[in-house]
């Protein structure tokens, strides 16, 4: 009598039916017997997972080096800009990898801030490198900022303007933008969301740059 080696759910499953089985019945009438209810099975799982959002088949294990599936929400926050509240009440907004020697739109949405109101005016003395160019109420809530970002040195760096409140003299808001810039020659990285480049410089020296910042 020949050995079964059993490796998984499916051939359990039907040796133990096989084994359920007299003697005298034949393999062909177990495989009869299971098969149609195998695929009713099936299509119940599919089904469910179908309602999940994607058809998820979990009995064959993934390949090596290779995910089963990717969750695509997960990677959203990843293609957009992102607006972070810290501890102090002041914002941090990523804006990703930028090019030297380019100069960017950004524009982001903060929420509302209590005491801040819907009349801000940025700080007039701004940063050389970026300056707030529009700030609008949002129709979702808080407030629609836009900004014009100048990156002239390479690494990750932080800029800071400061939000000031038209109506309480008390509050202001510190928003710091956060960017990883690299060397114009080391290809072009892809915009997030809420990016685009309005121009470029000429080639220059940045130890002797002209540049003076935004007025």
């Known amino acids: 009598m020949r050995s079964l080696i059993v490796s998984g759910d499916f051939e359990r499953s039907l040796c133990s039916l096989l084994l359920n089985f007299s003697n005298n019945t034949s393999v062909s009438a177990c495989l009869e017997v299971y098969l149609p209810e195998r695929k009713k099975q099936r299509k119940a799982e599919i089904k469910v997972c179908s309602k999940a959002g994607g058809v998820h088949f979990s009995e064959e294990p993934p390949s090596t080096g290779v995910p089963s599936h990717v969750h695509f929400d997960e990677k959203l926050h990843d293609s957009v800009v992102m607006v972070t509240q810290e501890d102090d009440g002041n914002f941090m907004v990523k804006v990703g990898f930028l090019k030297t020697q380019h100069r960017y739109e950004i524009v982001f949405t903060l929420p509302d801030v209590p005491g801040l109101g819907k009349n801000v005016c940025p700080a007039p003395v701004p940063s050389p490198h970026l300056r707030i160019t529009n700030i609008l109420p949002a129709p979702e809530g808080g407030l629609k900022v ?14 800071e303007v400061l939000l000031l409140s038209e109506t309480n003299d008390d509050v202001c808001v510190r928003v710091k933008v956060h960017a990883r810039v690299m060397d114009r020659h080391h290809g072009t990285p892809m915009l997030l969301e809420g990016v685009r480049c309005i121009g470029v410089e000429l080639e220059y020296d940045s130890e002797h740059s002209d540049w003076q910042g935004f007025d």
């Open 146 to 159: 836009a900004c014009e970002y100048m990156a002239l040195q390479e690494g990750v760096l932080c800029e």
